[in-house]
């Protein structure tokens, strides 16, 4: 099998971490015998250092073109007083919206050799298998009218959440459809006692539920679930909300796992999708070797299987990532006292060497 994959490694350590990924990918052409031909292509901090604006329009060529996008993380301090629309974040959303990537599905399992490293109580996440389907083109990351602007002699800011019908039926479907490969529990989130999106929410994704009648469906406002992630995080299965609410939730989830840097993504929707590392740039260790590849390196293997049909494939970089942690080998923000700290390259490496 031959395909061609667009490839952003963006700031910071996306660099590394997109290069770790390559290096796993390029072991699973050799095993399997398939070739994957690279573009590379900027967006970011990067791309606004040497074009100008945070997403080029050739990045954007660059993806249609390929069968997927495997982007590492944009942003960094050296950005951070740019205007909105001159911030590196803008390519992630540009990106997003350009690609049709409206279902952003987000993992959180853990690996039992990392009970330890969460910083919850072992009984609480031990076993801990949920995916939030995470909307991503819509509400209030996207809606207008926004702005900051001059009212009765004070500045005020202002964005609005907003969902259609049409948007809120087809992530409620994405989440269905997972969910009835899985636990067939669909878990979505909302505020409805106070917001009437949330109030639209709740009805259109009722309505999906029953083309889905072997998945069960329950509804939670999005506090109680900040909360439940926390208490109890076995009651989940697949959690389905707007933009904003699961930006926040997946990060809680995140730290199920003991580090944000053990979660992967894919964004589908469109006619190519994006896996990306949930984690951002991390400015403070970037370039020192020193980043988990682990995010990364999954989401190649969630490139694989959902963009290629490699399941096999994708089943190897799994179980390879479960070999090195129960071998013991663990990066800085995984580590705990017995076991060994290794750098990013070697973390890959050793993943490498377990294919
Ligand atoms: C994420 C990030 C992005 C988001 C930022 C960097 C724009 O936090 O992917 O969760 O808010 O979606
Ligand atoms: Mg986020």
Redesign the pocket.
Known sequence: MTKKIAVIPGDGIGIEVVAAGLSVLQKIGKKFGHTFEYTKALAGGIALDTAGIPLPGETLAKCRESDAVLLGAV?GPKWDMNPQHLRP?QA??GLRKELGLYSNIRPAKIYSALVGASTLKKDVVDGVDLIVVRELTGGLYFGTPRGIEERDGEKVGFNTMIYSESEIRRIARSAFEIARARRKKVCSVDKANILETSQLWRAVVTGIAKDFPEVELSHMYVDNCAMQLIRNPKQFDVIVTENMFG?IL?DAAAMLTGSIGMLASASVGGTVAMYEP?H?SAPDIAGQNKANPIATIASVAMMLRFSFSLGKEADAIETAIEDVLRAGLRTGDIFTEGTTLVGTREMADHICQRI
């Open positions: 942003g974040e992630l959303l930006d997946s949930v951002g």
